[in-house]
Every structure is written in structure tokens, then in C-alpha cells.
């Protein structure tokens, strides 16, 4: 055999090796023939390279193996694969592999296993300090126990999560060493389990985390009690019965200082305090919407002694008996009550801010603070947040009311005029929650682009508007990244929270608005729009400076039914016009 037959052949094999020829093709320097395939060897072949034809059982414990994400985008796609991925077995996988620890029982509903897993993948605290130079979001330590956020609550040292199961945890402030080998003070790094079998949590209503000393827990425990005819409780051992009490816990250790217990026909379902340390009122909930109260002193309460506390029906729960309450707010001086129809009332306990939410004196009574006050509504309120002298409402279809005190511009109506009934705030609809301060609001609403924002409006001091230093006077959008599945918001002095957990068994509560509801005719609405313009060009023409044109212009933008990117447009060229402004015409340097 010659060297050339040799090498060709050796360079044959190669071929064949990565370029896949068979060794039935034609010799090498002659034209490939096209080879013809019949319709049902190509049917044939593509039914047997696709993820289909796979066995039910296959299919869900690959599936399993892909992260939430992913699950979701590919039940997207079409609908064999929505109702492949919507079978609660490949949920039940992902939620053992997410969470090994949790027990079987799981979050109930009509999708348990789903519902668990989507809670347990999209948990998450994050927080952004407003002190300091770098300013950035940042997550805290992720319970492995826990099953989804439900609710949390920032105190002076520490932050407090109760989960889907009723875990309370006790997230820690702790120092740690950096890669650097520097030690660092992080916020919310370390979590212990509080308490279990909790219902609700309050602390002190003021916004100012200094003041919450005390956590107090609405639990539920057995007490020993004597047998009767040898019958107990289903779920309870012999001698024992479930009852509601409240502990109370040291914030700053977590060590309990106090417990209440109810009686057992007594069935709570939240809890809130209202007043000062000496004279605090602990109101709670109970299932059948009727409001208890009791006196707590709190400068006694680490002193060890027991003693018997006469509960007491409230007064909004006396007069108006046939009125059942779904939810409760409270702040220093104030409680506000939400009933299942939608109605809103509220007990006003300082002269002060009663004026500064109503704008009379008429009709309080200082002999009588616990009294009602029903506020006029054009519709059912959903959900409502109340500040220290202001308070926001949202109704069902979505749109948002303001009332109160607005002197830092706190109300987002685009001036500093006080409200004693709830305005409208036109250019914000359906938010996701509501939060109001001391003198500052914030709303957390959706974006044109599936994302989330958060607006703020009112005092800017101390960076609590991020992006805004200054304040404003109209909702406007701060400068924080704000995560996909964030669901509450919260601030403080020293930071601003945001709680993240995603249940799907929340269906969207906002209605549309019917015609008959929507007040004003097209025609009367562009009326108000060029009469509010001609305001702002009058205004415009009064200011002798451009920084004032721009923030009067600004405040133009912000009141405008514009989307956020159209407003976020305008901002920034208003700024940038602003800075070149201030360039030309500042003196050249020598």
C-alpha cells in the first residue's frame, strides 16, 4: 500500500469521526446525493425527539428538577404544558426540595403544594439604609424554617417575621468580620424562633423605632384544665384546652416579660395598641369582628406579679352592634376601623390631631374619645393606612383617597393645603400597598413595564425619599430598585423595608369603575386639565428663579395622568436643562 493511499484513508477516518459521515457515502472528491425521506419517517422522527411523547411520570420529575421560574414560564408556552405544570406532584417535589424541613401540612387552599412552593421561592426582606454614602438594597437572613412572610416588624435593634405556620422569628443585629478581616455591624444576619402557634404581633404605633420597647404576641396555647366526663378537645391532649393569650417579649433580648391568658370561648384573630406607656390600651379583634380593650402600664410590666384584667367591649363595638370589623389600625393617638362592608371609622383621642384630620373642633368630645366617627365614602374601602396626622384610603375600584394634615405635602395632591375630608389623588390608581409616616406617604404600585415602583410624596429629610432630598409635594418615583415580588412596605428612621412573598391564592381585589361611577364627562375632565394648566403657568410667571420654575414645573409633571416612564422622561430633561442652565451661566474658571 502507497503513502498517499495511506494518508487518504487516515484522513477519511477523521472525517467520519467528527464531521458524523457514514461509511456508506460516496468516495471522497465526488458530489453528495440527496437523500429523500418519506413524510411519515420525518413525522416519525420528530415525535421521537420531542419531551411529549414522555410518560406523565418522567415529565413531572424532570420538571421538578428546574428552578420556579422557570416552571412558570414554561407552563407559558402552551396549554399541555400549563396543565403539566400546574400538577400539584411536580409541586409538591419543588416544594420538598425548597423547603426539606417543611412539614406535610401544607398552606392549604385549592393548589397547596404550588401555593407553598411560590410562597417559600419569592420569600424575602430586603431594606435600604438612608445613612451612610453607598445606598443599595440588601436582603436579610432567610429563615430555613420558615413558610412564606406574612407580616414583619422593624423595632429599635431588630426586625420581627411571622411566617404562613405561625412561627414568630427574631431576626438579629450581630457584628461580623469581613473578607478584610473588619468587623461590620449588619443588620437582620442572624434569626432564632421566638415563639410558635402566633396569630398577630403589635408593638408601639409610632413610627419612631426608639419608642417600641415591647413586643406583644397574640398566641395560642393549651392550659390544663380539669377533666370532665372524660371528654377534650380534638387536637389537644387529655386535661387541656386551647386559649388565646397575649406574651409580651423584650425587643431587644426576646426574653418574655409578661403573659395574659383568656378565657378559651374567647377567639381573637389581632391585635394593635393605642396611647401612651403609662395608660396603653390593647385593643384585640376577635373572630366575630367585635373589639375588646384593656389597660396595660408598661412601666410595670417587668415587675413579676399576677394579677386579673377585666376585658371590655369597645364602644364601636357597643353602639353599633350589628357592625362586624374586619380590620384595625391604630398610631398614638388615634385607631381607625375597617368593617367587612367597606365602611371606616374612627376614634380620635388628642385635640390636636383631630383637627389636623377633620380641620374643626365641632364635634370632638374630650369627655368621650372613644366615640366613632363614620368618614363619607363614595365606595367599599378595601385597604386604608394611617400616619400620625393623616391617614390614605383605597377603595375597590382602585382609586386613592387622602386626607389630614398636609403641611410637608404628605396628602400627594400637588400642594401643601390641608384635607378634612378624603380628596382623590387622581393620577395614582390600583396600588399594591399603602404606607403613611409621620409626614411622609408612600404608595408601591405597578409599572409599564411588569415591574414595581415606589412612590413617595412629603418630607424628604433624613433620604427617607430616596432621589428626593428636598421632598415633594405629588407622589413622585424614588430612586430604589425595588424586587419583583415585594407586597409590603415599611419605614423607619433609620431604613426603609420591603417584604417579599407571593401567594397565589390572592385574587386581584380592584373592580373596574362602571360608567355611571365615573363622575366627570370627557368634556368637563379636559375642562379641569387646561384650568389646572393655566394655575401652573400663572404660578410659572410669578417665580423670579429657575430653580423655582423647575421644581413649580416638576410639580406640574407629577399631577399630570401621565405613566411613570413618561413622567420619569420629564424629570430627568427638566434636570438636565437645569444643569446646563447653571453651566452657561456660571463664570469661566481662570
Known amino acids: 500500500m502507497s503513502d498517499r493511499r495511506i494518508a ?52 413531572y420529575y424532570i420538571i421538578s428538577f428546574l428552578p420556579v421560574k422557570d416552571v412558570v414560564s414554561l407552563g407559558q408556552t402552551c396549554r399541555y404544558f400549563y396543565e403539566v405544570c400546574d400538577s400539584e406532584g411536580i409541586w409538591q417535589r419543588i416544594c420538598r426540595r425548597l423547603s426539606p424541613r417543611l412539614r406535610d401540612e401544607n398552606s392549604g387552599g385549592s393548589r397547596p403544594w404550588k401555593r407553598s412552593a411560590i410562597l417559600n421561592y419569592t420569600k424575602g426582606l430586603y431594606f435600604q439604609m438612608f445613612s451612610g454614602r453607598r445606598h443599595f438594597v440588601s436582603k436579610t437572613v432567610a429563615p430555613l424554617l420558615s413558610h412564606g412572610y406574612r407580616k414583619f416588624l422593624p423595632t429599635k435593634d431588630h426586625v420581627f417575621i ?13 457584628l461580623v468580620s469581613s473578607t478584610m478581616g473588619h468587623v461590620q455591624w449588619r443588620r437582620a444576619c442572624r434569626y432564632v424562633v421566638l415563639c410558635r402557634s402566633a396569630k398577630d404581633f403589635a408593638t408601639d404605633p409610632r413610627s419612631d423605632t426608639v419608642y417600641r420597647k415591647y413586643l406583644y404576641v397574640l398566641a395560642t396555647r393549651e392550659q390544663p384544665v380539669a377533666p370532665v366526663m372524660g371528654r377534650s378537645e380534638a387536637g389537644t391532649a387529655a386535661g387541656s384546652r386551647l386559649c388565646d393569650c397575649v406574651e409580651v417579649y423584650l425587643q431587644s433580648s426576646g426574653q418574655r416579660v409578661f403573659k395574659m391568658t383568656f378565657h378559651f ?50 364602644k364601636v363595638s357597643k353602639c353599633l352592634p350589628h357592625l362586624s370589623i374586619r380590620h384595625m389600625h391604630s398610631n398614638q393617638s388615634s385607631a381607625l376601623y375597617l368593617t367587612e362592608e367597606g365602611a371606616v371609622y374612627f376614634e380620635v383621642h388628642s385635640p390636636g390631631v383631630y383637627r389636623d384630620l377633620f380641620g374643626t373642633l365641632h364635634a370632638f368630645d374630650p369627655l368621650d374619645q372613644q366615640m366613632p366617627l363614620a368618614l363619607s365614602l363614595p365606595a367599599k374601602v378595601l385597604t386604608c393606612a394611617l400616619g400620625y396626622n393623616h391617614l390614605g384610603l383605597v377603595d375597590e375600584f382602585g382609586r386613592m383617597f387622602m386626607q389630614g394634615n398636609n403641611r410637608y405635602g404628605q396628602l400627594g395632591t400637588g400642594d401643601k393645603i390641608d384635607r378634612g375630608e378624603p380628596a382623590q389623588v387622581h393620577y395614582l390608581k390600583c396600588p399594591i400597598d399603602l404606607w403613611c409616616g409621620l409626614n411622609h406617604t408612600l404608595v408601591l404600585s405597578h409599572s409599564g413595564d411588569l415591574g414595581k415602583d415606589l412612590m413617595g410624596c412629603g418630607c424628604g429629610a433624613g433620604g427617607r425619599l430616596p432621589g428626593w432630598p428636598k421632598g415633594n409635594a405629588s407622589f413622585v418615583r424614588l430612586h430604589i430598585k425595588v424586587p419583583p415580588c415585594v407586597r409590603r412596605i415599611c419605614s423607619t428612621r433609620e431604613c426603609l423595608y420591603m417584604l417579599s412573598s407571593h401567594d397565589i391564592e390572592e385574587m386581584p381585589a380592584y373592580r373596574e369603575l362602571p360608567a355611571s361611577k365615573a363622575g366627570l364627562l370627557p368634556s368637563d375632565t379636559e375642562a379641569m386639565a387646561a384650568r389646572a394648566c393655566e394655575d401652573y403657568l400663572s ?51 481662570s
Open 162 to 174: 411571622l411566617d404562613y405556620n405561625g412561627t414568630l422569628f427574631f431576626l438579629k443585629n450581630a
Open 8 to 59: 487518504r484513508k487516515l484522513r477519511r477516518r477523521k472525517l467520519q469521526r467528527f464531521s458524523h459521515i457514514s461509511s456508506t457515502e460516496e468516495p471522497l472528491g465526488q458530489p453528495k446525493k440527496k437523500q429523500r425521506r418519506s413524510s411519515t419517517e420525518t413525522k416519525d422522527r420528530g415525535d421521537s425527539t420531542s419531551i411529549q411523547v414522555f410518560p406523565p411520570e418522567l415529565l
Open 539 to 589: 404660578q410659572l410667571h410669578k417665580c423670579r428663579t429657575l430653580e423655582g420654575r423647575m421644581a413649580k414645573m416638576k410639580e406640574a409633571v407629577g399631577s399630570m395622568p401621565l405613566m411613570t416612564f413618561q413622567k420619569d422622561f420629564f424629570w430627568e430633561a427638566l434636570d438636565m436643562i437645569q444643569r446646563a442652565a447653571e453651566l452657561q451661566g456660571s463664570p469661566p474658571s
Open 265 to 314: 370561648s374567647m377567639k381573637f384573630k389581632q391585635i394593635v395598641l393605642v396611647g401612651q406607656e403609662t395608660e396603653r390600651s390593647l385593643l384585640l379583634l376577635t373572630e366575630e369582628g367585635k373589639i375588646y380593650s384593656l389597660v396595660v402600664n408598661e412601666t410595670q410590666l417587668d415587675q413579676p406579679r399576677s394579677y386579673t384584667v377585666q376585658l371590655a367591649l369597645r
